[in-house]
């Protein structure tokens, strides 16, 4: 059981380019998440799914994508790179209907540093 | 809008004393979840601790506890015998209820724990 997984680990783009953030989950979880958190703040969600098919806008969504064809995977992408976007990236997932210890509790992937140059 | 404020961005402590993280939010719901993440350098969140409102017993984890007050919305986590292990950054998380259950979180606090 490898429970979150994101890759890569880290990666450096130049204005403009583009790139998916891949995040898989072996949980079996319904809900997946992808944050942001820069530098001394906090976590700001950026989007979320409620199972395979469904997705839908956090807190800061402009400038990504997502898509959940399947549980497992919830990838991120970020179409033209702008320097705002230079953060490190978590992804995350939580059955809301788990066991008592799980339920409403999100798990987190090791996260991905992304720099935007 | 929700909000979770840590009015504390550093904190320390002497290994093996005890030190409070302070935690309050801002909700008009009375049933809600509460969370306090601890992210080590290598960056991994990791549960600490969880709190459900509607519980009045305060969470206890091992050497983590808690002291829920939620008519004052305060959500302190106390950290007991700290160990060199448990110098990260904290973050409280507060989830309201049927909102696709997205989180809140607050800035951070930083423990360090002084040998």
């Known amino acids: 059981n490898a429970g979150v997984t994101q890759t890569p680990k880290f990666r450096i783009l130049k204005i403009g380019q583009s790139m998916t953030l891949q995040c898989a989950q072996d949980?079996?979880?319904?809900?997946m998440y992808w944050y942001r958190q820069d530098p001394g703040m906090g976590l700001k969600l950026i989007y979320y799914?409620?199972?395979?098919?469904?997705?839908d806008k956090g807190e800061v969504p402009n400038g990504y994508n997502v898509s959940r064809s399947t549980t497992e995977d919830f990838p991120l992408r970020l179409e033209l790179a702008a320097p705002s976007q230079t953060s490190v990236y978590f992804c995350?997932?939580?059955?809301?209907?788990?066991?008592?210890?799980?339920?409403?509790?999100?798990?987190f992937g090791p996260g991905t540093r992304l720099t935007v140059l | 809008a929700q909000t979770v404020t840590q009015s504390q961005p550093e904190m320390s402590v002497q290994e093996a004393e005890t030190v409070t993280l302070s935690c309050t939010y801002d909700?008009?719901?009375?049933?809600?979840?509460l969370f306090w993440y601890k992210q080590p350098p290598s960056r991994q969140m990791i549960l600490v601790i969880r709190?459900?409102?509607?519980?009045?017993q305060n969470a206890t984890e091992n050497r983590f506890s808690v002291n829920f007050q939620k008519a004052a919305k305060s959500f302190s986590l106390k950290i007991s015998d700290s160990q060199l292990g448990d110098a990260a950054m904290y973050f409280c998380?507060?989830?309201?209820?049927?909102?696709?259950?997205?989180?809140?979180f607050g800035t951070g606090t930083s423990l360090t724990v002084i040998p």
């Open positions: 799914s409620v199972g395979a098919g469904i997705t």
């Open positions: 949980m079996n979880h319904n809900y």
């Open positions: 909700t008009s719901e009375s049933d809600y979840y």
């Open positions: 709190q459900e409102a509607y519980k009045q």
């Open positions: 998380a507060y989830r309201p209820p049927n909102t696709g259950n997205q989180f809140y």
């Open positions: 995350a997932s939580s059955h809301l209907r788990g066991l008592a210890g799980g339920r409403d509790t999100q798990y």
